[in-house]
């Protein structure tokens, strides 16, 4: 069946520092793959996504990911993360005909260290 | 723009109640999706529809039951709440024709008592 894996609950990092959010994924075919964030009280905003071609792709706000296929892997970074980066981030796969049924990882809540 | 829209937003019921949530989107989308959202869960697809008159069911479709007569709009049932049912539910919508984003309402809060 499909899945994905966010393998942290909860990271804290210092304002400045560099992140790195893990997503596994398990998937037969080609992935459809998603980064959102929630922050709280909200709903789910895109921030990036890859459906082909380079495997490293920018996203808003200065994140962005890579897809690496022998891993099945596709993991969020951002060099110097803000306070403002505070919130609950989500990876996504898209599955099945035209990628119709986007099945979400548990997420990763991001705290910022002052 | 209204985008995704839900209502209600707030809804408490008791055990064994019936109710409906409705989420209509201005985009003339054709995906149009319902999830739940519980600590520690992520989101988690409840059921799904690739068209008008279309549905299908997602991870956890189980006590749910939807509707997709017009194409903007998709109806969640719970034909018999109970307490497990208590969540956060999210509509969202995709234009579908290819992959793309999916857009998000801003949630619905029920609390099943």
């Known amino acids: 069946a499909q899945s994905v894996t966010q393998p942290d609950i909860h990271i804290t990092v210092s304002e400045g520092a560099s992140l790195e959010l893990r997503c596994n994924y398990s998937?037969?075919?080609?992935?459809?793959l998603f980064w959102y964030v929630q922050s709280p009280g909200q709903g789910l905003q895109l921030l990036l996504k890859?459906?082909?071609?380079?495997?490293l792709v920018q996203g808003i706000k200065g994140f962005e990911a890579e897809f690496k296929r022998s891993q099945s892997s596709f993991n969020l970074r951002k060099p110097s993360v803000h306070w403002s980066d505070a919130a609950e981030y989500f990876c996504?796969?898209?599955?099945?005909?035209?990628?119709?049924?986007?099945?979400f990882g548990s997420g990763t809540r991001l705290s910022i260290r002052p | 723009n209204a985008g995704v829209t839900q209502t209600p937003k707030f809804r408490v019921l008791k055990t064994g109640q019936s109710m409906t949530l409705l989420c209509a989107q201005d985009?003339?989308?054709?995906?149009m999706y319902w999830y739940r959202q519980d600590p520690g869960m992520g989101l988690r697809l409840i059921h799904y529809?690739?068209?008008?008159?279309?549905?299908a069911k997602g991870e956890v479709p189980d006590g749910y039951n939807v509707s997709r007569l017009k194409k903007q709009n998709f109806l969640l049932g719970l034909e018999s709440a109970a307490p497990s049912q208590t969540s956060v539910y999210f509509c969202?919508?995709?234009?579908?024709?290819?992959?793309?984003?999916?857009?998000f309402g801003e949630g619905s809060w029920l609390t099943v008592v």
């Open positions: 996504a796969v898209g599955v099945g005909s035209s990628a119709s049924k986007i099945i």
């Open positions: 985009m003339n989308h054709e995906y």
């Open positions: 998937y037969g075919a080609t992935p459809y």
């Open positions: 529809s690739v068209g008008e008159g279309t549905t």
């Open positions: 890859y459906f082909s071609g380079d495997t």
């Open positions: 969202a919508s995709s234009p579908g024709t290819t992959v793309d984003t999916i857009y």
